[in-house]
């Protein structure tokens, strides 16, 4: 089932509350499973739909990539653009507030490599 607006809110507010923790590379799996119980069971109390841990988890995953994707496309067309508009594909406020826990090698890859 598709998540809704409220679930999607959720989601994001809350992955974003534990972004550093979740980013961690050191951070233990039964931790880093607690965090996202903890987040499925805030979408859990508002949703129609019942979620598992996994369903949020992999549904946080799809907004970073579509995010990211949007966002290097728009950098990269405004970049292409002498002179002219640059076509963009704007971001939902879901998507901007998504965006906000990229570093700018997310975005752009590293240099040289």
Same mark, same amino acid.
């Given at each position: 089932?598709?998540?809704?607006?409220?679930?999607?809110?959720?989601?994001? &507010?809350?992955?974003? #509350?534990?972004?550093? &923790?979740?980013?961690?590379?050191?951070?233990?799996? %039964?931790?880093?499973?607690?965090?996202? &119980?903890?987040?499925?069971?805030?979408?859990?109390?508002?949703?129609?739909? #019942?979620?598992?841990?996994?369903?949020?988890?992999?549904?946080?995953?799809?907004?970073?990539?579509? %995010?990211?994707?949007?966002?290097?496309?728009?950098?990269?067309?405004?970049?292409?653009?002498?002179?002219?508009?640059?076509?963009?594909?704007?971001?939902?406020?879901?998507?901007?507030?998504?965006?906000?826990?990229?570093? &700018?090698?997310?975005?752009?890859?590293?240099?040289?490599?």
């Amino acid at each position: 089932m598709k998540f809704d607006e409220l679930e999607l809110e959720i989601l994001v &507010e809350e992955a974003n #509350k534990h972004i550093h &923790e979740l980013q961690q590379r050191n951070l233990n799996i %039964t931790k880093r499973n607690a965090i996202w &119980e903890k987040i499925c069971d805030r979408i859990n109390a508002v949703g129609k739909t #019942k979620r598992t841990a996994d369903e949020v988890k992999r549904r946080w995953q799809d907004i970073r990539r579509r %995010t990211k994707e949007k966002v290097a496309f728009n950098k990269t067309s405004a970049n292409k653009t002498v002179g002219g508009s640059a076509e963009e594909m704007p971001l939902t406020s879901i998507e901007q507030q998504v965006q906000l826990t990229f570093c &700018e090698e997310q975005i752009t890859g590293i240099l040289g490599v």
